[in-house]
């Protein structure tokens, strides 16, 4: 391949790598917040027990029993939201689910569950 056929080819490729880069507004605003939010969760999974317990225990006045647990939840949860590098963890691994997407037509989560077997 002679070399202004390769910048070109390069140059092709890289324009793909770009637009399969890209992010709509609903990726951007909703899909790729549901993955921070999941991962949040059980990265603070500590928290999540401790408020969980506390509202379980505490009933009808869990608003004000659990003041403590609640604050300590949202501190968790909020540095993770706040964190560059961790929206571009999350981000990473939503473009690695859509390109399976892409790849197979399977959702993840279809992808994921154990397909059924003929016996």
């Known amino acids: 391949m002679s070399p202004p056929a390769m910048q070109e080819r390069s140059g092709y490729s890289a324009f793909f790598l770009a637009l399969e880069q ?6 951007k605003d909703v899909l ?3 993955i921070m939010r999941e991962k949040a969760r ?5 928290q999540v027990q ?5 509202c379980k225990d ?7 029993k659990c003041q403590k647990e609640n604050s300590a939840l949202k501190e968790c949860l909020t540095a993770y939201y706040n964190d560059p590098v961790f929206y571009e963890e999350c981000k990473m691994e939503y473009l690695k689910e859509r390109e399976e997407f892409r790849r197979t037509g399977i959702p993840s989560k279809r992808r994921l569950q154990k397909l059924p077997t003929s016996t």
Request: hydrophobic fraction near 35%; charged fraction near 30%; glycine fraction near 4%.
């Open 22 to 27: 890209h992010l709509r507004h609903v990726e």
């Open 32 to 34: 790729i917040p549901k």
């Open 42 to 46: 059980e990265r603070c999974s500590e």
């Open 50 to 54: 401790d408020f969980t317990k506390c």
């Open 58 to 64: 505490s009933g009808v006045l869990m608003v004000v």
